[in-house]
């Protein structure tokens, strides 16, 4: 999975937001996690504005 490169602002609004946890935020960007919090995760950030990025793994 692709990692999302966001601002920390991003992040932080994010976490808000969705009511989660900064790891968790960090763990959805980073493609680490396929839930369906993760998922939520990745589409708001890609709304406001984070640029999708292909892994190198």
Not at 30 to 57: H, N, P, Y
């Amino acid at each position: 999975m692709s990692e999302i490169l966001v601002k920390h602002s991003v992040k932080k609004r994010i976490k808000e937001e969705l009511n989660t946890s900064y790891p968790t935020v960090q763990s959805a960007l980073f493609g680490m996690t396929d839930t369906q919090l993760a998922r939520e995760i990745r589409e708001k950030a890609l709304q406001l504005g984070g640029v999708e990025v292909k892994s190198e793994k």
